[in-house]
């Protein structure tokens, strides 16, 4: 009786043991997805030239006759992973979802052309080559922002909580420090933009585009 009391007692033992050896909460397998929005220009043509210079927020060349006005956005969207063990959740992230777009992009060509004026039909010419830069920069850049997203995404570790309400917190964390590593990259899209649009918007620019009209 003995003999069978010691060979009960191991048999509920060793899969407790078994359990326990098991890895818990020490690594994550996360999905990055990255999309681009590039979004449709609006024209907006009910300002005169000083008006929307004025009105817009964002830096324009002397030589403007029209005005792109676009502002690079990076949005970022979590998906918990999640495990539980005697108690304890292991939070970590199962999807990263990127989107970068303009949330709008504004147009503006000068009231006193109308749609049918040669004039017209030229500023919004022009004005369609900054459109087209600021779309084909999300493609260029992409590849960057995965970059980003990757290597910041290598450096977090699932954390173990002990109850449903401390799991939203640590996601939070994640998705905060996925956007502050983010933003030096915005800073540079804006930065590469300005530089490109400035080099479009030059004198010689304006003595070419002004010489295929006359009434300015």
Known sequence: MKRLFVFLSCFIVLPVL?????????????????????????????????????KADA?????????????????????PELKELLGQICVGLSDVEIEMGYPSMTVYIDKKYMPSSCEYRTIKEHEDYHVNVAQQALSFFRPDVERVVSQTVETFSPKIVFSRSEISPEVNKFASKINEALKPVVKHI?????????????????????AVCQNW
């Not at 078994?18 to 979004?39: E, L």
């Open 18 to 54: 078994a359990q326990n050896a098991i890895p818990f909460c020490t690594s994550m397998s996360t999905r990055i997805t990255v999309r681009t929005k590039p979004g449709n220009p609006q024209y907006v043509t009910q300002y005169s030239r000083e008006d929307f210079l004025r």
């Open 190 to 210: 804006k930065s590469k933009l300005d530089e490109k649009n400035a080099a479009i918007d030059t004198q010689e620019m304006y003595h070419k585009t002004t």
């Open 59 to 79: 830096q324009y060349s002397p030589y403007t006759l029209g005005l792109t006005v676009v502002k690079p956005e990076i949005t970022v969207s979590v998906k």
